[in-house]
């Protein structure tokens, strides 16, 4: 008993002692150790940067939604005040209140956390909060919010749950944007719950910072307006288009369709979030023709007044391969020869450069290289080297074969084009402003090459004008009084390695020509039930280009003045059959410009033929005949002379010319000749009645055969 009652007494001398060294001994390390265990930190997010269109309007920013949840066991909770808060959260939400109530009675019998309702706007909250009942937790969630929903979804792009951006801009600038997170100290009790303490040391968040870019959102309303209504006209899969200054490389709008809302990404389907415009890489088809004809005319590859001879079946074979145009097109002009897209002549044309050559004026073109653009996503697209190349790989590249582009590689080419040969690299981002209002950061346009000489582009640029005509494959692209330039193209799709005969249908061209302001790229995908650029891309452009000068000051003033002045477009009149002198003052009257192929004698031959769609003031090539008038040794023998051809020839003109021959004239109407007795051909004597007919609209079709 004394041994068990010495134990008993030594116990709290023990505990007396420990407390002692606790104390006293060890208490001020075991103090520093609670305080390192008790006190931790937690971050202050920072805010996400604004995002705004070139004129400032918002297109991206940071919106406050409200989740409201329950803890079941605080004290003095009674069912009452929870059918209360769950009554009211079904009137302001519009779901049965059952349906939280629900909620509280499933939940675990120790859950103290019920989640009830998410993404409550702040009036909602505020109903909420003004019932006063304890145990219900409001707490702030931030998400991104795009304010005019879809409108530029793919350049912008769209963040994560994170609040981190997945692609486009959001990608791109994602460090800019997010800013630099605070941080708090807090104190944890032993069952962990998180107290704030005053006085606790804290570090502010700095807010991210926000981006202005070149996107002008009227622009891109329309770019996606028209691209809708054209990619549901033609039935096409999806289509992608793109609108940038020449000037500067700046990204004034970037579409795609099918598109989705970047507020609520998820929802759509992950091809409609993908960026065709940067990361679709595909055969440019007759696009890429630019490059060939900047080859082709810096190298002198290229004869004054060539005609180029394409079979009449419209098909030549290149080392076993066949290779046509889309119809057959026969004797062509160089000029001809981009106006009417052909294939067969491209090829011709291709194949008298070097290898070596024609792919470095590819590259120079910006293919087969990134254009570093400020969103991300871009790929560089495909193009073998020389090397790599078969006996046919020229001729097919010369027209958008064997080698793959994205459109804004395309869009970046023809940029070039219509910026005296200058290349731009294209931007999204004009500037960077922290929360104050300071410019961080100033995008500075950035010039990467000269891609051609001044002189080679003017000498293309009315044969990609002509393109845009009544006769060029373009025909569909044109706006009244407006002067536009650009390409058609039309590729076919391949699909586990073979060509199939779907279609991608592409239209690039720039506008105003006297000062581009714009270049807008349209390309669909599988447009039915024609796959041709033209026919298809070519309208879209129409109503684009149309709608954007109906925005823009200058260009309604430059249409309105062209529309008051003589037309740019002319019809080539007919000079067969005429003099020299005589073609002079007909090619005066139509502004034109002739060159001579022969010594002497009378026009046999023109290109542009009679009737063609050509520019005020371009060239005409005729070829002479070497003796005086086209006779045969027969009615030469007899003194007789052969009548020319007078349809489309000015009535002054034609007068003039018979009476050179010796023939009398009878004129019946005034202006243009449109009938003629005798036909053109026949031989009669000298002295004899010509009889001529006119009529006074001298742009009428002017090789219009005669009925008499």
């Known amino acids: 008993m004394f041994i068990i009652l010495g134990l008993l007494f030594l116990l709290p001398a023990a505990l007396a002692f420990q407390l002692f060294r606790i104390n006293y001994v060890e208490g001020e390390g075991l103090r520093k150790l609670w305080n390192k265990q008790a006190i931790t930190e937690i971050s202050i997010p920072a805010q996400r940067g604004n995002i ?55 939940a675990p019998s120790r859950s103290r956390y019920v989640v009830l309702a998410k993404n409550l706007s702040g009036l909602q909250k505020d109903e909420i909060a003004a019932l006063n009942i304890r145990g219900v937790i409001i707490e702030e969630e931030f998400r991104r919010k795009y304010t005019f929903g879809s409108l530029a979804a793919h350049a912008l792009g769209f963040v994560n749950h994170n609040m981190d951006g997945r692609t486009g801009i959001e990608a791109f600038y994602n460090d800019e944007l997010k800013g630099e997170d605070g941080v708090r100290q807090v104190r944890k009790d032993a069952l962990n719950r998180v107290f704030e303490y005053v006085g606790a040391p804290k570090k502010l968040p700095r807010n991210g910072y926000s981006l202005h870019t070149t996107i002008d959102s009227y622009i891109q309303a329309i770019l996606e307006d028209e691209l809708k209504a054209g990619v549901n006209r033609f039935r096409a899969n999806y289509g992608t288009a793109i609108i940038m200054d020449p000037r500067t490389g700046a990204i004034k709008a970037l579409a795609n369709y099918p598109t ?226 650009g390409k058609t193209g039309t590729a076919k799709k391949v699909v586990n390695g073979r060509y199939t005969s779907n279609y991608r249908g592409s239209f690039v061209g720039f506008f105003p020509v006297e000062d581009p302001k714009y270049v807008c790229f349209i390309m669909l995908d599988e447009p039915k039930p024609v796959g041709y650029g033209g026919y298809t891309a070519g309208p879209i452009f129409r109503q684009v280009a149309t709608r954007i000068a109906g925005l823009d000051d200058d260009l309604q003033r430059h249409i309105i003045e062209n529309k008051n002045t003589d037309v740019q477009m002319v019809l080539a009149p007919s000079f067969k059959g005429l003099t020299p002198d005589m073609a002079t003052a007909l090619a005066d009257e139509f502004d034109l410009s002739i060159k001579l192929k022969g010594k002497n004698g009378l026009i046999l031959d023109q290109q542009p033929a009679a009737g063609d769609s050509i520019l005020s003031g371009a060239e005409i090539f005729l070829t002479l005949s070497e003796t005086t008038a086209p006779a045969d040794s027969a ?53 004899s009645m010509v009889t001529i007919r006119g009529k006074a609209k001298s742009l009428e079709v002017l090789t219009q055969t005669s009925s008499e």
Do not use: C
């Open 260 to 485: 989705y809302d970047p507020n609520f990404p998820g929802k759509d389907d992950d091809e409609n979030r993908r960026n065709f415009a940067i990361s679709d890489m595909a055969e440019p088809g007759s696009t890429f023709k630019l490059v060939t004809a900047i080859a082709a005319v810096e190298q002198n590859k290229i004869k004054d007044g060539e005609i180029f001879e394409t079979p009449e079946s419209g098909e030549i074979v290149i080392h076993g391969l066949p290779l046509r145009d889309h119809d057959p097109l026969g004797n062509m002009t160089f000029q001809q020869v981009i106006m009417n897209s052909s294939n067969v002549a491209t090829a011709e044309i291709a194949m008298r450069m070097d290898d070596d050559d024609f792919y470095q004026y590819a590259r120079n073109m910006g293919f087969g290289t990134p254009t570093y653009i400020d969103i991300a996503g871009e790929e560089s697209g495909r193009m073998a080297k020389p090397f790599e190349w078969s006996l046919v790989s020229l001729p097919w590249m010369s027209h958008g074969y064997e080698l793959l582009a994205t459109p804004i590689q395309v869009a970046q080419a023809y940029a070039a084009f219509a910026n005296n040969g200058i290349m731009m690299r294209p931007y999204v981002i004009d500037h960077i402003e922290d929360t104050e209002g300071n410019v961080i950061s100033q995008h500075e346009p950035v010039k990467i090459r000269r891609v051609a000489k001044e002189k080679t582009l003017k000498k293309l640029l009315p044969i990609f004008e002509s393109v845009v005509s009544d006769s060029g494959t373009g025909e569909f692209a044109q706006v009244e009084g407006l002067r536009i330039a």
């Open 52 to 106: 705004y269109d070139e004129n400032g309007t918002l297109l991206a920013t940071n919106a406050v939604d409200y989740q409201i949840a329950l803890d079941p066991k605080i004290e003095n909770l009674t069912r009452e005040k929870i059918v209360q808060l769950t009554n009211t959260l079904g009137k302001v939400t519009g779901v049965p209140g059952s349906t939280y109530l629900k909620k509280v009675d499933e």
């Open 635 to 687: 009615s030469a023998n007899a003194q007789l002379t052969t009548i020319p051809d007078l349809d489309g020839m000015n009535m002054r003109a034609a007068t003039a010319m018979l009476s050179s021959l010796g023939l009398e004239v009878k004129r019946i109407g005034s202006g243009t000749v449109f009938a003629q007795f005798p036909k053109a051909g026949a031989a009669m004597r000298p002295g």
